[in-house]
């Protein structure tokens, strides 16, 4: 699903950690709801950090 009318010019990122292992940080796709990934077994999840690139 997309997302219409945006005027946000910063890149969102996501990594995600577990008991085995974290993902390198994955860019968002701008204008959607979801988004696939792939990544080595990370275990039970523990954390999600959410971020961009602007100050």
Known sequence: ???GGSMFTANPWICISGEL???QI???PRNVLEMTFECQ???KLTTVQIGHDKL
């Open 26 to 28: 994955l860019q968002i």
């Open 41 to 43: 077994n990370l275990g």
């Open 21 to 23: 292992g974290e993902t």
């Open 1 to 3: 699903q997309k997302l």
